[in-house]
């Protein structure tokens, strides 16, 4: 049994109900969307048809590893409609960070290819992304790399080449309390196709930076509130109150809805279970109860019919 106060967008009343309540979708992308590059049935169809309907759109995700172009050929390609300025990846978040605090130096990147497109379109200068020069077989005798003395910022996002030697520069770097230390995101885990294989997120490499440093980073993905704060930045428009959150992921995007006042939609194609959603509902904890949505549905699709 689900406590009574989470809805199921199961029938006509409840869709209807709850589309009347906002005018602003901020929507997740991976396991909302699709799941790597398989398309999750019937969710092009549904938020087409929301936007059919007068309600706007913006793509929110803790996702580094491409541009906004990237993305926005992405979810063109699965038959979504959408453009540019609609899309929020964190390695967009991050550039426009590092543009609000007028930031001056190089950034170091553990992390992919997108967030070092993006800091190009700002003019910022950044190296990591790719395979490490260093030897593979590096170890602590060897340690006689050189430093850059003008790399100001470490950023760290999915890294699928990360290295030994990888990892030591980004805390040799972060170690220097002068140098900002950024997690694009902290998710624990990517949604994986085969359910067996656990993929490891950046959360993994930002712990294990701040266990090496004794630091904290600066997190700039969802559940932070700096994350809205890009959202309204260029679209000052919008209103938390007539904005709903949809995500797959309870410890992030219900987190983040509810720490920036959002209404809060779970759909179970992704990393968050009904049962998961249950526990979390059951506990006493305050912190558990931040990640309670208000609706949940099996997928987007579910609600397709009622719209
Ligand atoms: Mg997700």
Same mark, same amino acid.
């Given at each position: 049994m689900k406590p009574s106060n989470i809805i199921d967008l199961n029938d006509r009343k409840a869709v209807e109900d709850f589309v009347n309540r906002f005018d602003y979708i901020i929507c997740d992308c991976d396991?909302? =969307? +699709?799941?790597d590059k398989d398309v999750i049935p019937g969710a092009p169809q549904t938020l087409n048809k929301l936007r059919s309907l007068g309600k706007k759109i913006i793509f929110a @995700?803790?996702? /580094?590893?491409?541009t906004r172009e990237e993305f926005l050929n992405k979810l063109k390609t699965f038959g979504f409609v959408a453009n540019l300025k609609e899309l929020f990846p964190s390695s967009y978040t991050t550039a426009i960070y590092l543009q609000m605090i007028k930031f001056s130096g190089k950034v170091y990147i553990l992390g992919s290819s997108g967030i070092a497109k993006e800091l190009a379109k700002v003019h910022i200068e950044s190296f990591g992304v790719g395979?490490?020069? @260093?030897? /593979?077989? +590096?170890?602590?005798?060897?340690?006689d790399f050189d430093l850059d003395p003008n790399v100001k910022a470490v950023a760290v996002g999915f890294d699928n080449q990360l290295s030994f030697p990888k990892l030591a520069k980004a805390c040799s770097y972060v170690k220097n309390p002068k140098c900002l230390f950024i997690a694009t995101n902290r998710d624990e885990t990517y949604p994986s196709s085969k359910p067996e294989v656990v993929v490891p997120g950046p959360g993994a490499l930002v712990s294990a930076i701040e266990t090496v440093t004794g630091r904290e980073s600066i997190s700039l993905?969802?559940?932070?509130t700096f994350f809205f704060d890009c959202i309204r930045y260029i679209?000052?428009?919008?209103?938390p109150k007539r904005t709903v959150m949809i995500g797959d992921r309870l410890t992030t995007d219900m987190v983040f809805g509810h720490n920036n006042g959002l209404k809060t939609f779970h759909v179970q194609?992704?990393?968050?279970t009904f049962e998961e959603m249950i526990d979390f509902a059951r506990s006493d904890k305050s912190e558990d109860q =931040?990640?309670?949505?208000?609706y949940y549905a099996k /997928? =987007?699709?579910?609600?397709l019919p009622f719209l």
């Amino acid at each position: 049994m689900k406590p009574s106060n989470i809805i199921d967008l199961n029938d006509r009343k409840a869709v209807e109900d709850f589309v009347n309540r906002f005018d602003y979708i901020i929507c997740d992308c991976d396991g909302v =969307l +699709w799941i790597d590059k398989d398309v999750i049935p019937g969710a092009p169809q549904t938020l087409n048809k929301l936007r059919s309907l007068g309600k706007k759109i913006i793509f929110a @995700t803790n996702n /580094s590893t491409k541009t906004r172009e990237e993305f926005l050929n992405k979810l063109k390609t699965f038959g979504f409609v959408a453009n540019l300025k609609e899309l929020f990846p964190s390695s967009y978040t991050t550039a426009i960070y590092l543009q609000m605090i007028k930031f001056s130096g190089k950034v170091y990147i553990l992390g992919s290819s997108g967030i070092a497109k993006e800091l190009a379109k700002v003019h910022i200068e950044s190296f990591g992304v790719g395979p490490d020069e @260093t030897p /593979s077989n +590096w170890s602590p005798g060897m340690a006689d790399f050189d430093l850059d003395p003008n790399v100001k910022a470490v950023a760290v996002g999915f890294d699928n080449q990360l290295s030994f030697p990888k990892l030591a520069k980004a805390c040799s770097y972060v170690k220097n309390p002068k140098c900002l230390f950024i997690a694009t995101n902290r998710d624990e885990t990517y949604p994986s196709s085969k359910p067996e294989v656990v993929v490891p997120g950046p959360g993994a490499l930002v712990s294990a930076i701040e266990t090496v440093t004794g630091r904290e980073s600066i997190s700039l993905g969802k559940p932070g509130t700096f994350f809205f704060d890009c959202i309204r930045y260029i679209h000052p428009e919008i209103d938390p109150k007539r904005t709903v959150m949809i995500g797959d992921r309870l410890t992030t995007d219900m987190v983040f809805g509810h720490n920036n006042g959002l209404k809060t939609f779970h759909v179970q194609t992704g990393i968050g279970t009904f049962e998961e959603m249950i526990d979390f509902a059951r506990s006493d904890k305050s912190e558990d109860q =931040l990640c309670v949505p208000e609706y949940y549905a099996k /997928s =987007l699709a579910q609600i397709l019919p009622f719209l």
